[in-house]
Protein backbone atom coordinates (compact mmCIF):
# COMPACT_ATOMS: atom_id res chain seq x y z
CA UNK A 1 0.00 0.00 0.00
CA UNK A 2 1.48 3.14 -0.45
CA UNK A 3 1.52 6.22 1.16
CA UNK A 4 -1.22 8.27 -0.40
CA UNK A 5 -3.37 5.24 -0.45
CA UNK A 6 -6.24 5.05 2.30
CA UNK A 7 -6.48 2.27 4.83
CA UNK A 8 -9.79 1.12 4.94
CA UNK A 9 -8.92 -0.67 8.70
CA UNK A 10 -8.14 2.97 9.61
CA UNK A 11 -11.31 4.99 8.04
CA UNK A 12 -13.77 1.60 9.66
CA UNK A 13 -12.09 2.63 12.83
CA UNK A 14 -12.53 6.95 12.26
CA UNK A 15 -15.81 5.57 10.97
CA UNK A 16 -17.23 4.37 14.21
CA UNK A 17 -15.43 6.97 16.16
CA UNK A 18 -17.88 9.45 14.97
CA UNK A 19 -20.90 6.80 15.25
CA UNK A 20 -20.83 6.23 11.39
CA UNK A 21 -21.93 2.98 10.09
CA UNK A 22 -22.01 -0.36 11.78
CA UNK A 23 -20.68 -0.55 15.07
CA UNK A 24 -18.17 -3.40 15.32
CA UNK A 25 -19.71 -5.21 18.38
CA UNK A 26 -22.93 -6.09 15.55
CA UNK A 27 -20.46 -7.62 13.00
CA UNK A 28 -19.38 -10.89 12.63
CA UNK A 29 -16.08 -11.89 13.67
CA UNK A 30 -14.21 -12.23 10.42
CA UNK A 31 -10.36 -14.18 10.80
CA UNK A 32 -9.23 -11.92 8.01
CA UNK A 33 -7.07 -14.84 6.85
CA UNK A 34 -8.78 -15.71 3.34
CA UNK A 35 -9.43 -12.19 2.71
CA UNK A 36 -5.73 -11.71 3.24
CA UNK A 37 -4.94 -14.95 1.14
CA UNK A 38 -7.27 -13.76 -1.86
CA UNK A 39 -4.77 -10.50 -1.82
CA UNK A 40 -1.48 -12.27 -1.66
CA UNK A 41 -3.24 -14.28 -5.15
CA UNK A 42 -4.36 -11.27 -6.50
CA UNK A 43 -0.67 -9.44 -6.35
CA UNK A 44 1.72 -11.84 -6.34
CA UNK A 45 4.46 -12.10 -9.20
CA UNK A 46 6.87 -14.99 -8.86
CA UNK A 47 4.55 -17.79 -7.66
CA UNK A 48 1.12 -18.25 -9.00
CA UNK A 49 -1.83 -20.95 -8.75
CA UNK A 50 -3.62 -22.59 -11.98
CA UNK A 51 -7.24 -22.33 -11.06
CA UNK A 52 -8.19 -25.45 -13.06
CA UNK A 53 -5.80 -27.31 -11.12
CA UNK A 54 -6.44 -26.14 -7.70
CA UNK A 55 -9.63 -26.94 -8.36
CA UNK A 56 -9.06 -30.09 -9.86
CA UNK A 57 -7.36 -31.09 -6.72
CA UNK A 58 -10.08 -30.02 -4.59
CA UNK A 59 -12.30 -32.27 -6.21
CA UNK A 60 -9.86 -35.15 -5.76
CA UNK A 61 -9.37 -34.00 -2.27
CA UNK A 62 -13.37 -34.06 -1.40
CA UNK A 63 -13.89 -37.41 -3.31
CA UNK A 64 -11.30 -39.32 -1.06
CA UNK A 65 -12.90 -37.60 2.05
CA UNK A 66 -16.58 -39.07 1.11
CA UNK A 67 -14.85 -42.52 -0.03
CA UNK A 68 -12.93 -42.73 3.73
CA UNK A 69 -15.59 -41.44 5.20
CA UNK A 70 -13.27 -38.70 6.93
CA UNK A 71 -15.43 -37.09 9.78
CA UNK A 72 -14.67 -34.67 12.84
CA UNK A 73 -15.15 -39.08 14.89
CA UNK A 74 -11.90 -39.84 12.98
CA UNK A 75 -9.77 -37.56 15.37
CA UNK A 76 -10.23 -39.60 18.25
CA UNK A 77 -9.33 -42.22 16.09
CA UNK A 78 -6.09 -42.53 16.24
CA UNK A 79 -4.09 -43.85 19.51
CA UNK A 80 -2.53 -40.88 20.70
CA UNK A 81 -5.33 -38.52 20.59
CA UNK A 82 -7.32 -37.71 24.25
CA UNK A 83 -10.39 -40.06 23.95
CA UNK A 84 -12.25 -38.07 27.03
CA UNK A 85 -14.55 -35.24 26.46
CA UNK A 86 -13.59 -32.84 29.27
CA UNK A 87 -11.76 -30.31 30.40
CA UNK A 88 -8.35 -32.07 30.72
CA UNK A 89 -8.82 -32.74 26.71
CA UNK A 90 -9.39 -29.26 26.57
CA UNK A 91 -6.35 -28.46 28.29
CA UNK A 92 -3.81 -31.09 26.34
CA UNK A 93 -5.21 -30.05 23.50
CA UNK A 94 -3.87 -26.19 24.13
CA UNK A 95 -0.47 -27.50 24.76
CA UNK A 96 -0.59 -29.41 21.95
CA UNK A 97 -1.33 -26.73 19.62
CA UNK A 98 0.56 -24.01 21.47
CA UNK A 99 3.77 -26.42 20.54
CA UNK A 100 2.78 -27.61 17.08
CA UNK A 101 5.51 -26.01 15.15
CA UNK A 102 8.85 -26.92 14.31
CA UNK A 103 9.51 -30.87 13.47
CA UNK A 104 12.36 -30.09 10.42
CA UNK A 105 15.37 -32.51 11.23
CA UNK A 106 18.55 -31.43 9.54
CA UNK A 107 19.70 -35.35 9.55
CA UNK A 108 19.72 -37.47 6.69
CA UNK A 109 19.34 -40.86 7.79
CA UNK A 110 16.02 -41.49 10.12
CA UNK A 111 17.21 -42.85 12.50
CA UNK A 112 19.31 -40.09 13.68
CA UNK A 113 16.58 -38.04 13.78
CA UNK A 114 13.92 -36.70 16.60
CA UNK A 115 11.96 -39.14 17.82
CA UNK A 116 10.03 -40.43 20.75
CA UNK A 117 9.90 -43.84 22.03
CA UNK A 118 5.95 -44.68 23.09
CA UNK A 119 3.99 -47.97 23.38
CA UNK A 120 6.31 -49.82 21.71
CA UNK A 121 7.31 -47.79 18.94
CA UNK A 122 9.05 -44.73 17.45
CA UNK A 123 6.88 -41.47 16.67
CA UNK A 124 8.34 -38.46 14.49
CA UNK A 125 6.71 -35.27 13.34
CA UNK A 126 3.61 -33.77 15.02
CA UNK A 127 3.04 -37.43 16.40
CA UNK A 128 5.99 -37.46 18.26
CA UNK A 129 4.76 -34.00 20.03
CA UNK A 130 1.39 -35.78 20.97
CA UNK A 131 3.55 -39.08 22.18
CA UNK A 132 5.64 -37.04 24.35
CA UNK A 133 2.60 -34.85 25.77
CA UNK A 134 1.03 -38.69 26.80
CA UNK A 135 4.05 -40.25 27.82
CA UNK A 136 4.56 -37.63 30.50
CA UNK A 137 1.25 -37.56 31.83
CA UNK A 138 1.35 -41.09 32.49
CA UNK A 139 4.45 -40.45 34.46
CA UNK A 140 3.09 -38.37 36.19
CA UNK A 141 4.07 -34.84 35.12
CA UNK A 142 1.46 -32.42 34.77
CA UNK A 143 2.63 -31.45 31.78
CA UNK A 144 -0.89 -29.95 30.17
CA UNK A 145 -1.93 -27.95 32.86
CA UNK A 146 -1.08 -24.27 32.77
CA UNK A 147 -1.08 -23.99 36.21
CA UNK A 148 2.32 -25.92 36.45
CA UNK A 149 3.43 -23.89 33.67
CA UNK A 150 3.95 -21.00 36.10
CA UNK A 151 6.19 -22.67 39.01
CA UNK A 152 9.53 -22.08 38.13
CA UNK A 153 10.86 -24.59 40.62
CA UNK A 154 9.34 -27.44 38.79
CA UNK A 155 8.38 -26.45 35.50
CA UNK A 156 12.20 -25.87 34.02
CA UNK A 157 13.72 -25.94 30.60
CA UNK A 158 15.94 -28.95 31.99
CA UNK A 159 11.85 -30.80 32.84
CA UNK A 160 11.27 -29.80 29.18
CA UNK A 161 13.82 -31.42 27.63
CA UNK A 162 13.01 -34.84 29.73
CA UNK A 163 9.59 -34.35 28.55
CA UNK A 164 10.92 -34.38 25.29
CA UNK A 165 13.95 -36.72 25.25
CA UNK A 166 14.43 -38.27 22.44
CA UNK A 167 15.35 -41.92 20.74
CA UNK A 168 18.63 -39.99 19.03
CA UNK A 169 20.95 -37.64 19.74
CA UNK A 170 19.07 -35.04 18.27
CA UNK A 171 16.70 -33.17 20.14
CA UNK A 172 13.35 -31.12 19.57
CA UNK A 173 14.06 -28.54 17.63
CA UNK A 174 13.76 -24.37 19.09
CA UNK A 175 13.63 -26.40 22.82
CA UNK A 176 13.95 -22.77 24.50
CA UNK A 177 11.51 -21.03 22.18
CA UNK A 178 8.44 -24.03 23.42
CA UNK A 179 9.49 -23.32 26.87
CA UNK A 180 8.99 -19.70 26.76
CA UNK A 181 5.35 -20.29 25.23
CA UNK A 182 4.64 -22.20 27.67
CA UNK A 183 5.87 -19.65 30.18
CA UNK A 184 3.87 -17.21 28.48
CA UNK A 185 0.52 -18.56 27.91
CA UNK A 186 0.52 -19.70 31.29
CA UNK A 187 1.09 -16.18 32.49
CA UNK A 188 -1.16 -14.69 30.66
CA UNK A 189 -4.05 -17.17 31.19
CA UNK A 190 -3.46 -16.84 34.82
CA UNK A 191 -3.65 -12.98 34.57
CA UNK A 192 -6.64 -12.66 32.52
CA UNK A 193 -8.69 -15.63 32.06
CA UNK A 194 -8.54 -16.53 35.43
CA UNK A 195 -5.80 -19.35 34.92
CA UNK A 196 -7.89 -21.80 32.15
CA UNK A 197 -8.19 -22.00 28.37
CA UNK A 198 -11.82 -22.71 28.87
CA UNK A 199 -12.55 -19.19 29.86
CA UNK A 200 -10.96 -18.08 26.53
CA UNK A 201 -13.62 -20.67 24.67
CA UNK A 202 -16.37 -19.16 26.68
CA UNK A 203 -15.04 -15.10 25.88
CA UNK A 204 -15.34 -16.46 21.63
CA UNK A 205 -19.17 -17.38 22.47
CA UNK A 206 -19.48 -20.16 20.14
CA UNK A 207 -17.63 -18.16 17.59
CA UNK A 208 -14.38 -20.34 15.64
CA UNK A 209 -13.56 -16.49 13.67
CA UNK A 210 -13.82 -15.21 17.80
CA UNK A 211 -11.48 -17.62 19.13
CA UNK A 212 -8.64 -17.39 16.53
CA UNK A 213 -9.32 -13.94 16.96
CA UNK A 214 -9.17 -13.90 20.52
CA UNK A 215 -5.67 -16.32 20.33
CA UNK A 216 -3.90 -14.67 17.97
CA UNK A 217 -4.26 -10.91 19.99
CA UNK A 218 -3.78 -12.29 23.45
CA UNK A 219 -1.15 -14.90 22.40
CA UNK A 220 2.21 -13.93 20.84
CA UNK A 221 2.91 -17.07 20.03
CA UNK A 222 -0.01 -17.77 18.13
CA UNK A 223 0.36 -14.54 15.93
CA UNK A 224 2.09 -15.17 12.84
CA UNK A 225 1.68 -12.85 10.59
CA UNK A 226 3.86 -11.65 7.92
CA UNK A 227 3.94 -8.44 5.91
CA UNK A 228 3.82 -8.60 2.03
CA UNK A 229 4.03 -5.52 -0.58
CA UNK A 230 3.56 -3.33 2.24
CA UNK A 231 0.75 -4.56 4.20
CA UNK A 232 0.41 -7.05 6.76
CA UNK A 233 -1.01 -10.07 6.60
CA UNK A 234 -2.46 -12.91 8.67
CA UNK A 235 -2.14 -16.91 8.70
CA UNK A 236 -3.31 -17.61 12.02
CA UNK A 237 -2.04 -21.35 11.53
CA UNK A 238 -1.77 -22.87 14.64
CA UNK A 239 -5.24 -20.82 16.35
CA UNK A 240 -7.26 -22.34 13.84
CA UNK A 241 -5.71 -25.56 13.86
CA UNK A 242 -6.39 -25.26 17.54
CA UNK A 243 -10.14 -24.38 16.60
CA UNK A 244 -10.18 -27.39 14.40
CA UNK A 245 -9.36 -29.73 17.01
CA UNK A 246 -11.53 -28.39 19.56
CA UNK A 247 -14.55 -28.98 16.97
CA UNK A 248 -13.35 -32.69 16.09
CA UNK A 249 -12.49 -33.63 19.38
CA UNK A 250 -15.78 -32.75 20.74
CA UNK A 251 -17.72 -33.57 17.47
CA UNK A 252 -19.35 -29.75 16.99
CA UNK A 253 -20.28 -30.01 20.25
CA UNK A 254 -19.78 -28.95 23.79
CA UNK A 255 -16.22 -27.19 24.27
CA UNK A 256 -16.12 -27.89 20.37
CA UNK A 257 -19.23 -26.04 19.69
CA UNK A 258 -18.82 -22.97 16.87
CA UNK A 259 -21.61 -21.22 14.82
CA UNK A 260 -19.07 -20.46 11.87
CA UNK A 261 -16.45 -23.58 11.54
CA UNK A 262 -16.80 -22.93 7.79
CA UNK A 263 -14.33 -19.53 8.33
CA UNK A 264 -11.40 -21.67 9.10
CA UNK A 265 -9.28 -22.14 6.12
CA UNK A 266 -6.48 -24.55 5.38
CA UNK A 267 -3.66 -23.55 6.95
CA UNK A 268 -0.20 -22.12 5.76
CA UNK A 269 1.83 -25.30 6.44
CA UNK A 270 4.54 -27.40 4.69
CA UNK A 271 1.80 -29.77 3.04
CA UNK A 272 -0.60 -27.66 1.98
CA UNK A 273 1.78 -26.49 -0.38
CA UNK A 274 3.35 -29.87 -1.26
CA UNK A 275 -0.04 -31.09 -1.87
CA UNK A 276 0.02 -28.04 -4.41
CA UNK A 277 3.21 -29.12 -6.35
CA UNK A 278 1.79 -32.65 -6.65
CA UNK A 279 -1.13 -31.99 -8.42
CA UNK A 280 0.90 -29.35 -10.40
CA UNK A 281 -1.42 -26.62 -9.08
CA UNK A 282 1.68 -23.97 -7.84
CA UNK A 283 3.60 -22.82 -10.54
Partial sequence: MSDDEADPELLELLRQSLGLGKKKGNEAPETKV????????????????????????????????????????TWSEHELHPKAKDESTVDFIFTMDLLNFSFWSEEKEESKRFGIDYHGRK?????????ALQRALDDGIPITSPDFWLNEEEFTEDLLR????????EEIPLIKERFH??????????????GS????????????????????????????????????VRFYKRAQILVAD?????????????????????????RPFQLKYFFVSLI
Fill in 34 to 73: LQNARWIFDNSIDVALDPRQTKAAAETIWQQIQQKQYSTS
Fill in 123 to 131: WTGYWSLVA
Fill in 162 to 169: HVFRSTSD
Fill in 246 to 270: LWACFDGESYGEFNDIEKITMFAGM
Fill in 197 to 232: FINCIYDANKSAAALVNLLADEFPCFRDEGNFDGRT
Fill in 181 to 194: CMREAGQILDEKFD
